[in-house]
Antibody, heavy 119, light 107 residues
Framework: QVQLQESGPGLVQPLQTLSLTCTVS??????????WIWIRQLPGKGLEWIGH???????KYTPSLKSRVVISLDTSKNHFSMSLSSVTAADTAFYYC???????????WGQGALVTVSS | EIVLTQSPGTLSLSPGERATLSCRAS?????LAWYQQKPGHAPRLLIH???SRATGIPDRFSGSGSGTDFTLTISRLEPEDFAVYYC??????????FGPGTTVDIK
């Protein structure tokens, strides 16, 4: 059974960099055929795809965040990470890591991590 | 970029009733999935590839449609089905997009 778990600070100062890690168990992120995705959900709002990377390290990002976000894989630790720079209060959200399947659905999801941007 | 619109925004029904949720895409898409999200939980995949149920999903959930119009049907609502439902598509430019969601609440 594949499981994902987000980890990282729950509070980030404005204009600093938000960094989260997703640890994967039950599957190897270096194996082909899957995407490794970050999605966020502002409190009480809908879902926003942030970006994803494949096992070869090729990444795609949503245009509105592209200048501030980097997603990377660490196959030796079987985890992937996201960093979002120059954060503001508008980046306060639940951040989910997830796996993108062949056919481009998303399953499974991590439980989510609430990150608050505040001084 | 393909934009997804979901209707209705809220659907108020009683247990045992049939729920019909709509998802419309601004352009034709082949990759359409549906998710259920309950308060305090991550979304859960229900349907992928328009009409295929994910592992462990009861057969009261079904997906249909093609091109730009898609439907999620819950044949008989169980108490645990009251939740928010999102559709999602992939078009590669740039990638994944989600609809705004439909809330199914108890009438």
């Amino acid at each position: 059974q594949v499981q994902l778990q987000e980890s990282g600070p729950g509070l980030v100062q404005p204009l600093q960099t938000l960094s989260l890690t997703c640890t994967v168990s039950g599957a190897s992120i270096g194996s082909g055929g899957y995407f490794w995705i970050w999605i966020r959900q502002l409190p009480g709002k809908g879902l926003e795809w942030i970006g994803h990377t494949g096992s070869s390290g090729d990444s795609k990002y949503t245009p509105s965040l592209k200048s501030r976000v980097v997603i990377s894989l660490d196959t030796s630790k079987n985890h992937f990470s996201m960093s979002l720079s120059s954060v503001t209060a508008a980046d306060t959200a639940f951040y989910y890591c997830a796996r993108g399947r062949p056919g481009f659905s998303v399953d499974p999801w991590g439980q989510g991590a609430l990150v608050t941007v505040s001084s | 970029e393909i934009v997804l619109t979901q209707s209705p925004g809220t659907l108020s029904l009683s247990p045992g009733e049939r729920a019909t949720l709509s998802c419309r895409a601004s352009q034709s898409t082949r990759y359409l999935a549906w998710y259920q999200q309950k308060p305090g939980h991550a979304p859960r995949l229900l349907i992928h590839a328009i009409s295929s149920r994910a592992t462990g999903i009861p057969d009261r959930f079904s997906g249909s449609g093609s091109g730009t119009d898609f439907t999620l049907t819950i044949s008989r609502l169980e108490p645990e089905d009251f939740a928010v439902y999102y559709c999602q598509q992939y078009d590669g430019s740039p990638a994944f997009t989600f609809g705004p969601g439909t809330t199914v609440d108890i009438k």
